[in-house]
Nanobody, 125 residues
Framework: QVRLEESGGASVQPGGSLTLSCVVS????????MAWFRQAPGKERERLMH?????GSPLYVKGRFSGSRDRARKTLYLQISGLQIEDTAMYYC?????????????????????WGQGTQVTVSA
């Protein structure tokens, strides 16, 4: 059974930086779409980044976010710089078996089969 576990969320001041981690356990197919999302109270889930397979660069990266992966440790990282109050949200990683990178980019949040429990990022002065 696939399991994802996020960590690294914290309360920080504006302008700070954070690195979030997502450890993936269980079977992961070669063709897998992996993504970072966030959801603020009262707002829809927003995609921040996604990858197709454990190789190569991310296919999409939003704004001030950057990411990396450790394939041996099956861990995804999300780096956020210049944190702003509007970055306050629950941050999630998700994965789903997906045949192509095009399909990965087109996959809506609701179509991802596996989600972590989320890690909270709170930005306040």
């Amino acid at each position: 059974q696939v399991r994802l576990e996020e960590s690294g969320g914290a309360s920080v001041q504006p302008g700070g930086s954070l690195t979030l981690s997502c450890v993936v356990s269980g079977p992961t197919p070669n063709n897998v779409c992996m993504a970072w999302f966030r959801q603020a109270p009262g707002k829809e889930r927003e995609r921040l980044m996604h990858y197709h397979t454990w190789y190569g660069s991310p296919l999409y990266v939003k704004g001030r976010f950057s990411g990396s992966r450790d394939r041996a440790r099956k861990t995804l990282y999300l780096q956020i710089s210049g944190l702003q109050i509007e970055d306050t949200a629950m941050y999630y990683c998700a994965s789903d078996a997906t045949a192509s990178y095009d399909a990965c980019g087109e996959k809506p949040a609701a179509a991802f089969a596996h989600w972590g429990q989320g890690t909270q990022v709170t930005v306040s002065a």
